[in-house]
């Protein structure tokens, strides 16, 4: 596979539910993000992970925690959430995280919290 | 707060025309400029990208940026019924770099 894959495509899950969601790059990247899409709003920077590091939590609730195994995996481990949490999830990867490096965003998984 | 602004459109133009899209921003350290293109339920896919001032061709996309007046904008030449999508505007600066988007114009190409 190339480029950046997303796993589920889809989810629905129930406030109580416990779910993660999985990003892989076969770029050969050293920067992930994650980004939430919701209608009518912009795309909000979630989390950044540079070399592995995360360098960027957007104020994002802690019941949104992401995990940075090595380069190429990115997750977010959901639990306790809310129906304003529905929305896309879009991972991306760049080169490194520096103002000239293009982001590929990968397909997203579309949430839907019952 | 950084922001970028875009009209939400939609924006429709005939098949064949020149459709302009414009977005500004208030962090006037902002560095480098993207325009991304994203089909309805895709996600999405860069398609210009300028740092100076002036003007960036590329086939049927120019990217303007002035920087002085915070304004960088996109023209899509002989535009097509394929090119209906919502176009976002991301610019990136700061000392992380990070994208900040603005909410994308709609644009529709009539056949």
């Known amino acids: 596979e190339t480029g950046v894959t997303q796993t589920p495509r889809h989810l629905v899950m129930g406030m109580t539910n416990k779910k993660s969601l999985k990003c892989e790059q076969h770029?050969?990247?050293?920067?992930m993000y994650w980004y939430k899409q919701s209608a009518k709003k912009p795309l909000e920077l979630m989390f950044v992970?540079?070399?592995?590091?995360?360098?960027e939590n957007n104020s994002v609730p802690s019941r949104f925690s992401p995990e940075c195994p090595n380069s190429s995996h990115l997750f977010l481990h959901l639990h306790t959430l809310q129906p304003e949490d529905s929305a896309l999830y879009l991972c991306?990867?760049?080169?490194?995280?520096?103002?000239?490096?293009?982001?590929?965003f990968g397909p997203g998984t579309r949430l839907t919290v019952l | 707060q950084k922001e970028v602004e875009q009209n939400s459109g939609p924006l429709s133009v005939p098949e064949g025309a020149i459709a302009s899209l414009n977005c500004t921003y208030s962090?006037?350290?902002?560095?480098?400029f993207f325009w991304y293109r994203q089909y309805s339920g895709k996600s999405p896919e860069l398609i210009m990208f300028i740092y100076s001032n002036g003007d960036k061709e590329d086939g049927r996309f120019t990217a303007q940026l002035n920087k002085a007046s915070q304004y960088v904008s996109l023209l899509i030449r002989d535009s097509q019924p394929s090119d209906s999508a919502t176009y976002l505007c991301?610019?990136?600066?700061?000392?992380?770099?990070?994208?900040?988007f603005g909410k994308g114009t709609k644009l529709s190409v009539k056949p």
């Open positions: 992970y540079n070399f592995k590091e995360q360098t």
């Open positions: 991301a610019v990136k600066g700061g000392s992380q770099g990070n994208l900040i």
């Open positions: 962090d006037r350290g902002s560095q480098s």
């Open positions: 770029l050969g990247h050293n920067a």
């Open positions: 991306a990867s760049s080169q490194e995280q520096r103002d000239y490096n293009e982001q590929f």
